[in-house]
């Protein structure tokens, strides 16, 4: 059998470590270890997990720094697996998860797999916002397009994935990434040009409550987010020799050019309602769709609601050649 490990930091999770533990113990494939990283918790973890901690399969460690970062960088340092997954310690794992995810890796070519998910809550329900992402994130699946819709969302969930320990490594594991960590994974995988399969099964139980760290953690608000897509849409995808439009000038928009002019990137910024900031935001001046000035090539950043097809249309006659990006 192909041993996986799986790499948990976990910190104040308490209350819901002794489910996540028990889902992993109900694996149909027996040939894991869990490697449980202690990221400076205030909580009890390990009381929890009391008269569990003899199966020698569990592994216990001190994160060697400090976030969820240097947690996952000292479980992969002590992991013996040929697969690696992540678990968060408050989610659940149907007992098929790590069965079907190696099926995968073992019988076809492609570098991750990943499966559709599913929110639950004690509290019962789940709001709208969580909804809506539960279903794009699945719809992902449905499409195939988790790059392409990269700029967008994070379109894999941070514990539904696994890959060969040696693809890991090779794409530089954890070491260096920036928060929200497992959306900047994302785009090492982008670089490294791996392969991704998607599961139409549910292989993750996303638990919802009010503790969860992309509730409480700056690391994982909007602002986050937007810093490092932007990022690494100039790293990977920014063509100097287009031009660069945003349209929009809502939060998403002015976050975004905020971010632009910080890293001196020349941008036309478009609204539909231009003739209400004569004066600028930021700074930077801003055009009506009338007042574009024509291009042959253009990269077109949407800080929008409105849909691709849409931008096309109120677009085509001011740029001839356009590349939209949904941010």
């Not at 889902?23 to 009890?44: F, G, K, P, R």
């Amino acid at each position: 059998m192909s041993l996986i490990s799986i790499l948990t930091p976990y910190r104040n999770a308490e209350k819901y470590i002794r489910e996540t533990a028990l889902s992993i113990l109900e694996q149909a494939h027996t040939d894991w270890e869990w490697i449980l990283v202690n990221d400076h918790s205030m909580e009890n973890e390990l009381e929890a997990l009391a008269d569990l901690l003899q199966d020698p399969r569990i592994k216990l460690l001190e994160n060697s720094g400090k976030g969820i970062v240097d947690a996952l960088c000292t479980a992969l340092s002590e992991a013996r697996g040929e697969y690696v997954t992540r678990m968060d310690a408050d989610d659940v794992m149907p007992s098929f998860k790590l069965a079907q995810f190696l099926h995968v890796l073992e019988n076809g070519k492609d570098r991750i797999v990943t499966g559709k998910v599913k929110y639950f809550s004690e509290a019962g329900s789940i709001s709208p916002g969580y909804l809506a992402y539960e279903k794009w994130l699945n719809d992902r699946v449905d499409q195939a397009d988790f790059y392409a819709q990269i700029y967008r969302e994070c379109s894999i969930a941070s514990g539904n994935w696994m890959m060969r320990k040696t693809d890991l490594e090779k794409c530089g594991g954890f070491s260096g990434l920036n928060y929200p960590e497992d959306y900047d994974l994302l785009f090492r995988w982008v670089e490294a040009g791996f392969s991704i399969t998607g599961l139409d099964l549910v292989t993750h139980l996303w638990r919802d409550h009010d503790l969860r760290t992309s509730k409480t953690s700056e690391d994982y608000q909007q602002k986050a987010f937007f810093s490092l897509k932007v990022s690494r849409f100039i790293e990977l995808d920014w063509n100097p020799e287009q031009q660069l439009i945003v349209n929009g000038t809502g939060q998403k928009g002015r976050l975004t050019a905020k971010i632009l002019i910080g890293k001196a990137v020349p941008f036309v910024w478009v609204s539909h309602e231009a003739e209400k900031f004569r004066k600028g935001i930021l700074g930077h001046s801003l055009v009506g769709l009338n007042e574009i000035p024509f291009c042959n090539q253009a990269q077109i950043l949407n800080t929008t609601l409105l849909r691709e097809e849409v931008l096309h249309q109120l677009y085509q006659e001011r740029v001839i050649q356009r590349r939209i990006f949904i941010l």
